[in-house]
């Protein structure tokens, strides 16, 4: 399945169920005001796909008055939201388990947080099963749109295979 492109919904191709950047941004205000923590939510997709975008969106709703900014080489930053601490990683760069032990990832996966995680294939079996999946997918022939898939449905796909 390596390098295998997800088939996607004829119309979603055509656009029509595609997201503006300010649909998205729009969209992830509104699930941030609706998050209740603790919440841990996995944003996968490929560089560029819109997953800091939307994790901006989500901090904005949850009531993030801070600026958020990719936690790249970091690996994380911390903010605090209106209803509880907001925990933003990046895993693109891990290179190993130690990386998350050094960042206190046991912690922060069982805190009372709203957690955002970047790149979440890369703590493969250490992310908690428990949590909401969001997938952004570039579209082949609109470069100002992105599909989003969110919820229970996009755990029953296998993204790892070209996220
Ligand atoms: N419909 C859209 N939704 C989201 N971003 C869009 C959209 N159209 C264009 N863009 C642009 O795509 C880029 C998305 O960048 P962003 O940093 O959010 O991606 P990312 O998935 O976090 O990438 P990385 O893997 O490097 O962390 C931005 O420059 C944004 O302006
Ligand atoms: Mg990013």
């Not at 088939?7 to 055509?14: N, S, T, V």
């Amino acid at each position: 399945m390596e390098g295998h492109s997800p088939p996607l919904p004829p119309l979603a191709a055509h656009g029509h169920l595609a997201l503006s950047e300010t649909e998205l941004v729009d969209w992830g205000e509104r699930f941030g005001r609706a998050a209740r923590p603790p919440l841990i939510v996995t944003l996968r997709g490929e560089l560029g796909a819109g997953k800091t975008t939307l994790a901006r969106a989500i901090c904005r709703g949850y009531g993030v008055p801070d600026e958020v900014t990719s936690p790249t080489f970091t690996l994380v930053h911390e903010y605090r939201g209106a209803r509880s601490a907001v925990y933003h990683l990046d895993l693109y760069r891990l290179k190993g388990p130690d990386d998350l032990a050094n960042i206190g990832w046991d912690d922060i996966m069982s805190s009372e947080a709203l957690v955002l995680i970047e790149w979440p294939e890369r703590a493969a079996e250490l992310l908690p099963a428990d949590h909401v999946p969001m997938l952004l997918q570039h579209l082949p022939d609109d470069p100002d749109r992105r599909l989003l898939y969110a919820g229970g449905h996009v755990g029953e796909r296998k993204f790892g295979d070209h996220a």
